[in-house]
């Protein structure tokens, strides 16, 4: 997240800008439908956090606001990861995983020019946001708050929540394999070998591709 952006959010809703730095400010977010979403998003945080300093919020008022703050923080980093992952076709990568996408050939690249620091920083970023979409899916599995439905970016229903999540968790340890090898490249084997390790035991579709990287290393 772009904390000159977040610093900007904080100043107005704590009525620390000049009028000019206001007007110019809700003109931005106006034209900008991420940084609207960051903004409310920043707001129910801060409103949630306020109801303390009063009489006590309702167990239905900090579930609302819970909801709210999840999927808000979602749908940004979503728009941030399909802005990011934009990047020039490079051809078929070697690194197994990622099934040719766009990412996949990103990291590629960066391991072919050996910038791994780069391409380990990347995989991160996405493992991040793999582990928000699982944790925003988590909330939904069992039963969806109709009032949440249309208006927080809830999925349309429970069975919908769990295609989602196995989806997402899939990505996420597709991601764990590409991290692996990048690892092997850059010479870590022992960390590599953790990683692919921990994937032979779960019940994933890397599991047989993690067994025969493993299996080179020994």
């Known amino acids: 997240m772009d904390t000159h952006i977040q610093d900007k959010i904080d100043r107005h809703?704590?009525?620390r800008m000049t009028e000019e730095e206001k007007k110019a400010f809700e003109a931005e977010m106006e034209a900008d439908e991420e940084l609207k979403k960051q903004y409310l998003a920043t707001k129910a945080r801060q409103k949630e956090?306020?109801?303390g300093k009063g009489k006590p919020a309702?167990?239905?008022s900090k579930r609302k606001w819970m909801y709210v703050a999840i999927c808000m923080a979602a749908a940004v980093l979503i728009a941030f990861f399909y802005l990011h992952l934009e990047?020039?076709?490079v051809g078929n990568p070697p690194i197994r995983g990622g099934e040719g996408s766009a990412f996949n050939k990103e990291v590629d690249s960066l391991v072919k020019n050996k910038d791994y620091a780069k391409a380990l920083e990347n995989i991160e970023g996405k493992v991040t946001?793999?582990?928000g979409l699982i944790e925003h899916y988590n909330n939904f599995v069992d039963s969806i708050p109709k009032e949440y439905a249309e208006e927080?970016?809830?999925?349309?229903?429970p069975e919908e929540a769990r295609k989602e999540l196995k989806k997402a968790e899939a990505e996420l340890m597709?991601?764990?394999l590409i991290k692996a090898q990048v690892l092997l490249q850059k010479g870590e084997k022992d960390k590599?070998?953790?990683i692919l390790m921990e994937l032979t035991h779960e019940d994933s579709t890397v599991k047989e591709t993690a067994k025969e990287l493993l299996e080179e290393i020994e």
């Open 174 to 176: 597709d991601l764990k």
């Open 13 to 15: 809703l704590l009525g």
């Open 129 to 131: 946001y793999c582990e």
């Open 58 to 60: 309702s167990s239905s």
């Open 152 to 157: 927080t970016g809830a999925p349309a229903s």
């Open 87 to 89: 990047t020039t076709d």
């Open 192 to 194: 590599a070998a953790a």
């Open 49 to 51: 956090t306020g109801l």
